[in-house]
């Protein structure tokens, strides 16, 4: 590079950089965009700025070994091999000995993270290419702010989705994006996109509130009302299924705004609507749910429930002889007798539904994990019976 390069502008910033490649890669950004060399303007500091971002050293500052010289902060992989290949070959006789050492064996270790990144390179491009629409999407003032039609999946739901996609198959996770990242930018986007259909009544439909939802004001999803609780509704359904548990009060409860149930809660856990596999592995992990369980073993009396089951059971065989040895009696005496049995099995069933809960979660406690994830219902079911010592079935 001659002298016309710097000028007294960017001296300061461009003369002693390392490695010595990054100035020509600065240069050939503006020339790319078609700015003179000595020139001077927001173009111009916004090139030299994006490029030390990617790890670029300056002598002027104090030297930080996780910062300086990371070069994987680069989303171009070519760019990435220039500055990696670069530092390698200028050397680092400039630093001292016990900092040259680490500084080597870092280099070294982001050459060999490179070949595995350059096997995911077309992942790795197209993560980067999502990247770069995004900040255009949610740069105010820029040329794609807020058009949808300019992100690659044309929409924002998928551009995140296939962001989120791509992230979690790449083997080696760039620094430039982390996941947090994405989610952050995942809510600035879904945020924007329910301000500007703030207006459209048809906006949020069953598909698409799973995705919306927690970046929803209490207005928006007052607004939505039907469509909220009609989700929550299946959902709860899917929970109690899955954790063999009804959810009323306590355990559970209705969020509510103007009177009206917007969302809610179970066992503490608030329900954003994120896949429905997640949500119930949070709950499990939850303190409330894991105090819930072990409250529930420590109150039962397994004898006790056992001599309840038969006990009724001889109840019930009396009751079945007794309505047949007075069905000819007078119609007092039948109805009175009808009464009474129907007393008797209202109770019997009322035994029976405390206990089945119950009994249930014991037998699934008695065995080992593992096994239970191998067993059907019915096995469970025939596990308890055995505990109850006596036929039991669990509708």
Known sequence: MGNYFWNNEYRHLMRDIYPEVAQKIIAERMLAKNLALDGVSDEHLDIIQEVYSYGIYNPISSFNIDEDLNFNKCPDLSIRKRLIDGALEQGFENFDDSLSHLITDKVIKMREDLVHEKEDEFKYQMLGRLYFDIKAFTDEGGFGYGKEQRLWAGNVEGQIKEMEKLWNEIRVKPIWLSMEAIKNYKMEMYMFKLEIEKDNPDFITKDNIAQYYEFMSDEDKYNNLSIVMDVFNNRQRDIEAALNVRLVAPISENLHFKGSPIGRSSFGMKDTLKPIDEYIEDIKASE????????????????????????????????????????????????????HARSRLELFKDSLESLKQPLYELAKTELESDEVKKLSKDEVTQKVAEMAGGEFRLD
Do not use: G, P, R
Not at 297 to 309: G, N
């Open 288 to 339: 409330e749910y894991q105090a819930y369980k072990s409250n529930l073993f420590s109150s039962l009396d397994v004898d006790e429930a056992i001599t309840k089951i038969e006990v009724s059971l001889e109840k019930l065989n009396d009751i079945e002889d007794e309505l047949i040895k007075f069905t000819n009696q007078s119609e007092h005496k039948l109805a009175s007798k009808f009464s």
